[in-house]
């Protein structure tokens, strides 16, 4: 079991859970009053999570648990076979369905390709799905590239959503290789990134490491937008980068769209720090978590 890839694919699974109680709770008072500091799973305020229990996935969790059974059952990534797979998911799904699913939905109906009926969404939640990817791809940056731009653009046809998921996948990977995110983070911008959509949010995030992140994420904004959430994810990297637990709670902490945040900051964290840092209590209270394991074992034996 290669640990850090374990806790690459956890932590971003427990970002999302943990995230899913205060999700879209805006203001701060509110969740300081309900939850108290959110370090366990709770279930969600908010009446959108329908059906929802603590220690379940908000919808983007959701979508990346099917991503993950997709790439256990497909043995890699079968852009085709995961759009109808999430079609069909879809379709029947009694959880909340936001804007982009809902727009991919009505465009996969009327006719079009299915592999062209990805929504304008600039939400940064699109590319937070991604870690089942990266977990499959380990050996294969390019591959690991070219499906994480396939499955965003799938719901998330925008290109800095589509940025977001590459720069996120090269992280990852400079991470599971034991370098520093705070020190990918800058290389990356310069070397790749620094003409694309994503510049600007990346550098706001690397320039507020020293800033209160509650504080600093209200100035960014709170929201889904990749504008609003790619510089608060970047801050919580380079901020909590030793501390994955601290990173996760301060997260969900500061309010609104925590769980595309929480599932970027916990992948990347997860790859850097291993699964040994991931607290036990959130491992063992997933209750998915033996459908993860599970997954998980059918992508390692379809590589042997």
């Given at each position: 079991?290669?640990?850090?890839?374990?806790?690459?694919?956890f932590?971003?699974?427990?970002g999302?859970?943990?995230?899913?109680g205060?999700?879209?709770?805006?203001?701060?008072?509110?969740?300081?009053?309900?939850?108290?500091?959110?370090?366990?799973?709770?279930?969600p305020?908010?009446?959108?999570h329908?059906?929802?229990?603590?220690?379940?996935?908000?919808?983007?969790?959701?979508?990346?648990?099917?991503?993950?059974?997709?790439?256990?059952?497909?043995?890699?990534?079968?852009?085709?076979?995961?759009?109808?797979?999430?079609?069909?998911?879809?379709?029947?799904y009694?959880?909340?369905?936001?804007?982009?699913?809902l727009?991919?939905?009505?465009?996969?109906t009327?006719?079009?390709?299915?592999?062209?009926?990805?929504?304008?969404s600039?939400?940064l939640?699109?590319a937070?799905?991604?870690?089942?990817?990266?977990?499959?791809?380990a050996?294969?940056?390019?591959?690991?590239?070219?499906?994480?731009?396939?499955?965003?653009?799938?719901t998330?046809?925008?290109?800095?959503?589509?940025?977001?998921?590459?720069?996120?996948?090269?992280?990852?990977?400079?991470?599971?290789?034991?370098?520093?995110?705070?020190?990918?983070?800058?290389?990356l911008?310069?070397?790749?990134?620094?003409?694309?959509?994503?510049?600007?949010?990346?550098?706001?995030g690397?320039?507020?490491?020293?800033?209160?992140?509650?504080t600093?994420?209200?100035?960014?904004?709170?929201?889904?937008?990749v504008?609003?959430?790619?510089?608060?994810?970047?801050?919580?990297?380079?901020?909590?980068e030793?501390?994955?637990?601290?990173?996760?709670?301060?997260?969900?902490?500061?309010?609104?769209?925590?769980?595309?945040?929480?599932?970027?900051?916990?992948?990347?964290?997860?790859?850097?720090?291993?699964?040994?840092?991931?607290?036990?209590?959130w491992?063992?209270?997933?209750?998915?978590r033996?459908?993860?394991?599970d997954?998980?074992?059918?992508?390692?034996?379809?590589?042997?």
């Open positions: 079991m290669n640990k850090n890839k374990m806790g690459m694919i932590g971003s699974f427990v999302d859970a943990l995230a899913l205060p999700h879209w709770v805006y203001n701060t008072n509110v969740i300081d009053k309900k939850f108290g500091r959110v370090q366990q799973y709770f279930k305020l908010v009446s959108y329908k059906g929802k229990k603590k220690g379940d996935f908000t919808h983007y969790g959701d979508q990346m648990l099917l991503l993950l059974e997709s790439l256990a059952t497909a043995s890699g990534f079968d852009q085709k076979g995961f759009a109808k797979a999430w079609q069909s998911f879809f379709n029947g009694e959880g909340y369905r936001d804007k982009a699913t727009t991919t939905l009505q465009n996969m009327e006719g079009n390709n299915i592999l062209e009926s990805g929504s304008s600039d939400d939640g699109g937070a799905r991604i870690a089942p990817i990266v977990y499959c791809y050996h294969d940056l390019e591959s690991a590239i070219q499906a994480a731009r396939y499955q965003t653009a799938l998330h046809n925008n290109p800095s959503v589509l940025d977001s998921a590459e720069f996120f996948v090269r992280l990852a990977f400079s991470a599971l290789a034991g370098k520093k995110p705070s020190v990918t983070i800058p290389e911008l310069e070397n790749r990134f620094q003409n694309t959509d994503i510049a600007e949010a990346v550098s706001l690397l320039a507020s490491q020293d800033k209160d992140t509650r600093i994420i209200a100035e960014f904004g709170q929201m889904c937008s504008e609003a959430a790619l510089p608060g994810t970047i801050h919580l990297i380079t901020k909590y030793n501390d994955f637990k601290e990173a996760l709670v301060e997260n969900v902490m500061a309010g609104g769209d925590g769980a595309a945040r929480g599932m970027l900051v916990g992948m990347v964290l997860g790859a850097y720090s291993g699964i040994k840092a991931l607290p036990e209590e491992l063992d209270n997933l209750n998915a033996n459908r993860i394991d997954f998980l074992l059918a992508v390692d034996n379809n590589q042997l």
